[in-house]
T-cell receptor
Framework: NAGVTQTPKFQVLKTGQSMTLQCAQDMNHNSMYWYRQDPGMGLRLIYYSASEGTTDKGEVPNGYNVSRLNKREFSLRLESAAPSQTSVYFC?????????????FGPGTRLTVL | AQSVSQHNHHVILSEAASLELGCNYSYGGTVNLFWYVQYPGQHLQLLLKYFSGDPLVKGIKGFEAEFIKSKFSFNLRKPSVQWSDTAEYFCAVSPYSSASKIIFGSGTRLSIRP
């Protein structure tokens, strides 16, 4: 099993450009998440999807949209990138539905917005 | 609202030294507690977790953590660190009733001198 995969690994954008970060998991997990990681701030939840067909805002959703394409895939879109969105983005998945839920993380996408 | 505090931002130790990383959380109810590790250039991996039962939890690579409910703490320990333990360590907490709503601390960078 590959676990959680993310593409691309690196991306440089200019202010105002748009892009979509892709995430896929092969563990048959119900829940998927997008986080951003900034120095000194840990991980902050952007959006999550508790199950296929549902999405909810996390702590820092402004400037982002998500799509839960199917059970395996959960994409994150930046419609008009801003320098404040320079960060490392992690996707995660978890089985959900149980109180012993554990999240499994992808390798991350390092995004720079100029 | 729940929150997690990691008091040490950067810890530097020599090989074979003992390690204790502090983690305190704020939440009024029952919680799940986690420690994740991020090795340089890699994604987050679960080190250990506490859901219920014995408050002393053992994880991978010789790490352990103790849940002290009266102190709202979940400190990470290792009796003798190795150079390969150089990484960033994140404490995280989620409400027992909603394991998906996990909040991460800001992280502690651990540097081990060979």
């Amino acid at each position: 099993n590959a676990g959680v995969t993310q593409t691309p690994k690196f991306q440089v954008l200019k202010t105002g450009q748009s892009m979509t970060l892709q995430c896929a998991q092969d563990m048959n997990h119900n829940s998927m998440y997008w986080y951003r990681q900034d120095p000194g701030m840990g991980l902050r939840l952007i959006y999550y999807s508790a199950s296929e067909g549902t999405t909810d805002k996390g702590e820092v959703p402004n400037g982002y949209n998500v799509s839960r394409l199917n059970k395996r895939e959960f994409s994150l879109r930046l419609e008009s990138a801003a320098p404040s969105q320079t960060s490392v983005y992690f996707c995660a998945s978890s089985e959900a539905g149980t109180q012993t839920d554990t999240q499994y993380f992808g390798p991350g996408t390092r995004l720079t917005v100029l | 609202a729940q929150s997690v505090s990691q008091h040490n931002h950067h810890v530097i130790l020599s090989e074979a030294a003992s390690l204790e990383l502090g983690c305190n959380y704020s939440y009024g109810g029952t919680v799940n507690l986690f420690w994740y590790v991020q090795y340089p250039g890699q994604h987050l991996q679960l080190l250990l977790k506490y859901f219920s039962g014995d408050p002393l939890v053992k994880g991978i690579k010789g790490f352990e953590a103790e849940f002290i409910k009266s102190k709202f703490s979940f400190n990470l320990r290792k009796p003798s660190v190795q150079w390969s333990d150089t990484a960033e360590y994140f404490c995280a907490v989620s409400p027992y009733s909603s394991a998906s709503k996990i909040i991460f601390g800001s992280g502690t960078r651990l540097s081990i001198r060979p």
